[in-house]
C-alpha cells in the first residue's frame, strides 16, 4: 500500500516591489510582517494610491531584485538593469500611501546609480506619474486589520496580510474546471497569476480551506482570512495581456460572501528560515 504524500513547501515567491515581478528563491526568512524584502517598496501616483496591475497591467513585465543594503534592481522593457537605493527618511519626508482606504507613511526612494531620475523612468514606462517608495519601518507603520489581527501585528505594502499561501493541489482543481468552461483555452494557468508566496505540494484540493494553524519546517502560521482575487489573476504574467480565467469559473465554483477565493491570507505566529522541501504540518 503507497505511503501517503505529505505536504512540503514547493516553492517560495517573493515580490521586492509591489505588482513587479519577483524572484523565487529556494530559502527566506519568516518576519513578522512578512517574508523578508516582500513587497518592502510599491508606487503611487501624484495623489498618493499606490499603483499596481489593477490599474497598470504592464508592471507585470517590470522585474525587481533585492539587494543586500535594501535597495532593489529594477529592470522593464526599455529600462534597466537600475539600481536603487534606500531612501534616507527625516522627520519631514516621508510621504503618506493610500493601499485600498489605509494611509501608510513611507520614504520616497533614493537616488538610482549615476543620479538617475527613477521616478521619471518608471512614469516615462507607465505613460502616467508615478513615485517609488520604500516602507522604511515595517514594525510601525501599517497595523493588519484589526477585524482579523492580533495586538501588535503589522504588514508590509501586500494587500492585507504579512503572506499568502497556495497549493498546487487546488490550482490543479481550478484548472480542470476552466477545461471544462467557456474559456478553455485561456488555460492551465501557471501559479504565479495569484502572486503567492508560499506555494504547498501533496494536499488535497482545496484543503487550505479547513486551515486554522499550519507549520512550515518550524515556523508557525495561523490562516487570517481565505484570499479573495481581483483581476490582477486575469492578467497574463509574461505578456501583461488579460482574458477572463479564472475569475470566470472562481465565480461559478469559489465564490463565498460576495469575494472569489484562492488561497489564504496567513500571518506568522514565530519568525526563521523556510526553504523549499519544507515538511508542512497542518495544526489546526
Known sequence: MPKPVRPVLHALRVHPVKSMAGITPDSAFVEPWGLAGDRRWALIDGTGKAVTQRRQPRLALAHAEPRPDGGIRLRAPGLGPLGVDVGVPKPTDTVVVDIFGTKVEAVLAGHAAGD????????????????????????????????????????????????LVTTLGSLDALNSLIAQGDHADEGPLPMDRFRPNLVIAGTAPWAEDDWLRLAVGE??????????????????????????????????YRGFDGRLIFGQNIVPESTGTVRVGDPVTVLE
Open 219 to 252: 515556523v508557525t502560521f495561523r490562516v487570517a482570512r481565505p484570499c479573495g482575487r481581483c483581476v490582477i489573476t486575469t492578467t497574463d504574467q509574461r505578456t501583461a495581456e488579460r482574458g477572463k480565467e479564472p475569475l470566470r469559473t472562481l465565480g461559478r
Open 116 to 163: 538617475v531620475d527613477v521616478h521619471g523612468l518608471l512614469s516615462a514606462y507607465l505613460g502616467v506619474e508615478v513615485r517609488l517608495v520604500h516602507l522604511d519601518d515595517p514594525a510601525v507603520r501599517r497595523p493588519v486589520n484589526p477585524l482579523y489581527a492580533r495586538p501588535g501585528e503589522t504588514v508590509s505594502f501586500a494587500d492585507g496580510f504579512p503572506l
